[in-house]
């Protein structure tokens, strides 16, 4: 297979560091959200900051796609399948620039301070002070990290199976 | 060309490889979730457990359910200036939000002089270092984690029939939590004040003070009045009698606490919010918070604010205590919000 049919090395570079990143986020997220235990605090305070970090990546990635666009997926591919994947990222990359975007709305309407990195950095608020919001937006935010954790299963799931079933160079393209 | 089949016939053990990620990542998710273990304590356990013992109230909080809002300002004067860099306890005068409450979910429980009295303070300086405090007029917590408040709470839940604690409950908690016996003392022992106005407000949690060169100091804090302090009087007929007297006292003039930091010694336990510090621990006046208004939650400055305690400015970080993040945690589920008219609200201020 020619090192045309693979991604980029920037977009290799970004795909991997957010898989790590998000995979992250989801886990201390769903965590968080449930502990009432010692490392409460201290994942509250990695969340926020790793939620923008994703944000500002993933606009990132959203231009650089455009920039360097992905290798074409294989010409035998059915079209169904080909609709899928299509579908699939797009939904991925909704998810990663709404996920934080959500948690910072909520975060304002909750009436938060919003510290960035520790206590030293805040970020100004992007909604008004609403608890009905604010319940509105924790609901919307536990369901797209639902969403999202499983679009990322759907994603891994997927390349599995190009890569060890139909053998067809799609997983390859992201590997090398 | 041969077209290829959409799933080419492959071994069983590629299939295997192909499930085996995503669903041991399903696994690892539902476990951070807390989904296979269904005994470890949550948030919303936690949670479930005051709604089972106080009875479901839409949009109220769920624990100092009933209270109200009052405003005023904190001015700092710079004697913990030296241990904490957090700007408020610069001198200088910050606008406080806060809220007086009785503890527990009963929204419309009737005042009582041996009820847990807490007052809740955000303290916003201008740069948006917000500090937001929990105090209770109690000397110590009565339990170290949040596994034995929840077992408190059961152990202590009113018996439908008698609508009191079930006396074989409580002994039984007692005997199996020998080392929270001090504390229970402490606590029924306690001096009680007249109402919310000359009574002292304790953190209760330690936190740590962090200096400029980023030394940690372990503290706790109180409000202290500066009110003189009168003994309870009798209004045992008056359904809200507390929350009308401190209305009417703050009507009647601003009143004052001082915050009295105190700075852990060398022998006390600073994670453990059950146990009081040594007496000749050394106090720091910190301050003086001033509340001049007060008002009805109903649209008033308070409501939809949660006074979460590690909503801490630059300065302040929390200490290990796990009822602390306890309280943060059990906190971030449920925002109190607008609610319909009730039929029994708590005492609004006369105009």
Same mark, same amino acid.
């Given at each position: 297979?020619?090192?045309?049919?693979?991604?980029?090395?920037?977009?290799?570079?970004?795909?991997?560091?957010?898989?790590?990143?998000?995979?992250?986020?989801?886990?201390?997220?769903?965590?968080?959200?449930?502990?009432?235990?010692?490392?409460?605090?201290?994942?509250?305070?990695?969340?926020?900051?790793?939620?923008?970090?994703?944000?500002?990546?993933?606009?990132?990635?959203?231009?650089?796609?455009?920039?360097?666009?992905?290798?074409?997926?294989?010409?035998?591919?059915?079209?169904?399948?080909?609709?899928?994947?299509?579908?699939?990222?797009?939904?991925?990359?909704?998810?990663?620039?709404?996920?934080?975007?959500?948690?910072?709305?909520?975060?304002?309407?909750?009436?938060?301070?919003?510290?960035?990195?520790?206590?030293?950095?805040?970020?100004?608020?992007?909604?008004?002070?609403?608890?009905?919001?604010?319940?509105?937006?924790?609901?919307?935010?536990?369901?797209?990290?639902?969403?999202?954790?499983?679009?990322?299963?759907?994603?891994?799931?997927?390349?599995?199976?190009?890569?060890?079933?139909?053998?067809?160079?799609?997983?390859?393209?992201?590997?090398? | 060309?041969?077209?290829?089949?959409?799933?080419?016939?492959?071994?069983?053990?590629?299939?295997?490889?192909?499930?085996?990620?995503?669903?041991?990542?399903?696994?690892?998710?539902?476990?951070?979730?807390?989904?296979?273990?269904?005994?470890?304590?949550?948030?919303?356990?936690?949670?479930?457990?005051?709604?089972?013992?106080?009875?479901?109230?839409?949009?109220?909080?769920?624990?100092?359910?009933?209270?109200?809002?009052?405003?005023?300002?904190?001015?700092?004067?710079?004697?913990?200036?030296?241990?904490?860099?957090?700007?408020?306890?610069?001198?200088?005068?910050?606008?406080?939000?806060?809220?007086?409450?009785?503890?527990?979910?009963?929204?419309?429980?009737?005042?009582?002089?041996?009820?847990?009295?807490?007052?809740?303070?955000?303290?916003?300086?201008?740069?948006?270092?917000?500090?937001?405090?929990?105090?209770?007029?109690?000397?110590?917590?009565?339990?170290?984690?949040?596994?034995?408040?929840?077992?408190?709470?059961?152990?202590?839940?009113?018996?439908?029939?008698?609508?009191?604690?079930?006396?074989?409950?409580?002994? @039984?908690? =007692?005997? %199996?939590?020998?080392? $929270? /016996? !001090?504390? #229970?003392?402490?606590?029924? *022992?306690?001096?009680?004040?007249?109402?919310?106005?000359?009574?002292?407000?304790?953190?209760?949690?330690?936190?740590?003070?962090?200096?400029?060169?980023?030394?940690?100091? @372990?503290? =706790?804090? %109180?409000?202290?009045? $500066? /009110? !003189?302090? #009168?003994?309870?009087?009798? *209004?045992?007929?008056?359904?809200?009698?507390?929350?009308?007297?401190?209305?009417?006292?703050?009507?009647?003039?601003?009143?004052?606490?001082?915050?009295?930091?105190?700075? @852990?010694? =060398?022998?006390?336990?600073?994670?453990?919010?059950?146990?009081?510090?040594?007496?000749?621990?050394?106090?720091?006046?910190?301050?003086?918070?001033?509340?001049?208004?007060?008002?009805?939650?109903?649209?008033?400055?308070?409501?939809?604010?949660?006074?979460?305690?590690?909503?801490?400015?630059?300065?302040?970080?929390?200490?290990?205590?796990?009822?602390?993040?306890?309280?943060?945690?059990?906190?971030?589920?449920?925002?109190?919000?607008?609610?319909?008219?009730?039929?029994?609200?708590?005492?609004?201020?006369?105009?």
């Amino acid at each position: 297979m020619s090192s045309a049919k693979s991604f980029s090395l920037p977009s290799r570079i970004l795909h991997w560091l957010m898989a790590v990143m998000i995979l992250a986020m989801l886990f201390i997220g769903v965590f968080m959200a449930s502990t009432v235990g010692p490392n409460y605090y201290r994942l509250v305070t990695l969340h926020h900051p790793l939620g923008i970090a994703i944000l500002v990546l993933a606009l990132l990635r959203l231009a650089n796609r455009f920039h360097s666009p992905p290798p074409a997926l294989p010409a035998e591919l059915p079209p169904l399948m080909k609709t899928a994947a299509k579908a699939s990222h797009i939904l991925l990359y909704a998810l990663m620039i709404a996920m934080p975007l959500v948690g910072w709305g909520m975060l304002s309407a909750g009436g938060y301070p919003i510290p960035l990195w520790g206590q030293s950095v805040l970020l100004p608020p992007i909604l008004p002070h609403d608890p009905a919001l604010w319940a509105c937006l924790r609901s919307t935010h536990t369901v797209l990290a639902f969403l999202l954790f499983g679009m990322v299963l759907l994603h891994v799931g997927a390349a599995l199976f190009h890569g060890l079933i139909r053998r067809d160079g799609v997983l390859r393209s992201m590997t090398r | 060309m041969a077209t290829k089949p959409l799933v080419p016939p492959a071994s069983p053990l590629r299939w295997l490889g192909v499930v085996a990620a995503p669903t041991a990542l399903a696994l690892g998710f539902l476990w951070a979730g807390g989904w296979l273990t269904p005994h470890r304590l949550t948030q919303t356990s936690l949670l479930d457990t005051l709604r089972t013992v106080d009875g479901p109230h839409p949009g109220f909080r769920r624990n100092h359910a009933k209270g109200v809002c009052v405003t005023g300002w904190f001015e700092g004067n710079g004697n913990a200036a030296g241990i904490s860099t957090a700007s408020i306890l610069q001198p200088g005068r910050v606008p406080v939000v806060g809220r007086f409450a009785l503890a527990g979910g009963m929204p419309f429980q009737a005042d009582a002089p041996a009820k847990v009295r807490s007052l809740a303070l955000r303290l916003m300086p201008p740069d948006g270092q917000e500090w937001r405090i929990g105090t209770n007029d109690i000397p110590v917590f009565p339990v170290r984690t949040p596994q034995e408040f929840r077992a408190l709470q059961l152990a202590s839940r009113p018996d439908p029939a008698t609508g009191k604690p079930d006396p074989a409950r409580v002994k @039984a908690f =007692r005997a %199996a939590h020998p080392w $929270l /016996q !001090t504390a #229970a003392q402490q606590l029924s *022992h306690r001096p009680l004040s007249s109402g919310f106005t000359d009574d002292t407000y304790r953190s209760l949690d330690s936190f740590l003070f962090v200096a400029k060169d980023g030394t940690e100091t @372990a503290v =706790r804090w %109180a409000m202290v009045p $500066l /009110q !003189t302090i #009168a003994p309870i009087d009798g *209004h045992a007929d008056d359904h809200d009698y507390l929350f009308r007297q401190l209305i009417d006292d703050i009507h009647a003039q601003p009143r004052q606490w001082r915050l009295m930091v105190t700075v @852990a010694g =060398r022998h006390d336990i600073i994670d453990d919010s059950s146990q009081s510090w040594a007496d000749d621990d050394r106090q720091i006046d910190a301050g003086t918070l001033t509340l001049t208004t007060v008002e009805s939650e109903e649209g008033g400055p308070c409501t939809g604010i949660t006074f979460d305690p590690l909503v801490l400015p630059q300065g302040i970080v929390p200490s290990g205590d796990p009822i602390l993040q306890a309280r943060s945690a059990a906190i971030c589920v449920h925002l109190p919000h607008a609610r319909a008219k009730s039929p029994r609200s708590p005492p609004s201020p006369r105009p």
